[in-house]
Every structure is written in structure tokens, then in C-alpha cells.
């Protein structure tokens, strides 16, 4: 009886980890995805009203911090990771920006149209996980 429960516990240990926690982690970081392409979509369109330089400043700080963390959680993945690493330098600019002028050169500079593209092509291919939440285009 004691050998059988030790056998029991040798191969639960030498499991791998569960796909449910790689799903997690996806649907995590594509909802971070389509938070900061919100962002940048205001950021790229100014012209929409889509939200003032304070509340951009506000939404890059909040969305920081969180693409920290995502781009850990991401760095062995060699899409996704360059990605949220240029993100995270957009982010950055924007978080420390001082006026609408800074905007227009923080959208010149670090070339946020590229990124865009590249974060609308990474959602894509990411497990969709509330498209019922989803803000309308535009949106902070």
C-alpha cells in the first residue's frame, strides 16, 4: 500500500505544466493588446476626439505597468515579445509626455503606426476572449 501511493505522487510531479495557464496568459496579454490599441489609435487620431493628452498620459501609465508584466510572462516567445518591448517604449514616452506637441513627436519618432499594425496582427492570432467587452474603435 505505501509503495503504491509513492508511485502516485512520482508521476504527478513529472507532469508538465497545464495548457490552461498558457490560455490564461493569451487571453491576458490580448486583452492588454487591444487595450493599447485603443490607445494608440487615439494617440495616431487625434482628429476623432478620441480622448485629451491628460487622459492619453492617464491610459499609458495604467497600460506600463501592465505591459511589465505581460512582456515577462511573454519573453520566450519571439513574436510576441519584440512587440510588447517596443509597446512598452511607446508607453513610456507617452506616460512622461508634457503636451500635445510631445504627442506628435512621440507619433513621429517612435513610428506608432507600425506598431499599431503589428499589435492588430498579433490580436488576430490570439484566442479572441470577450469580444462582447470590446470598446468601440477609438476609445480609451
Do not use: W, Y
Request: proline share 7%; hydrophobic share 40%; glycine share 6%.
Amino acid at each position: 500500500g505505501h509503495q503504491f501511493g509513492q508511485r502516485k505522487t512520482d508521476s504527478i510531479a513529472a507532469l508538465p505544466p497545464t495548457p490552461p495557464t498558457q490560455t490564461v496568459v493569451l487571453v491576458v496579454v490580448g486583452s492588454h493588446l487591444d487595450r493599447s490599441e485603443r490607445l494608440l489609435v487615439a494617440l495616431n487620431h487625434p482628429e476623432e476626439g478620441a480622448g485629451d493628452a491628460a487622459e492619453l498620459q492617464s491610459e499609458a501609465r495604467a497600460l506600463l505597468d501592465e505591459n511589465r508584466v505581460c512582456l515577462q510572462s511573454a519573453a520566450h516567445d519571439p513574436t510576441l515579445a519584440p512587440v510588447l518591448d517596443q509597446l512598452g517604449s511607446v508607453l513610456a514616452d507617452l506616460a512622461a509626455h508634457s503636451g500635445n506637441a510631445d504627442l506628435a513627436d512621440i507619433q513621429r519618432r517612435r513610428n506608432t503606426g507600425d506598431l499599431l499594425f503589428e499589435i492588430r496582427v498579433l490580436r488576430n492570432r490570439m484566442p479572441d476572449s470577450t469580444p462582447s467587452t470590446a470598446s468601440p474603435r477609438g476609445t480609451i
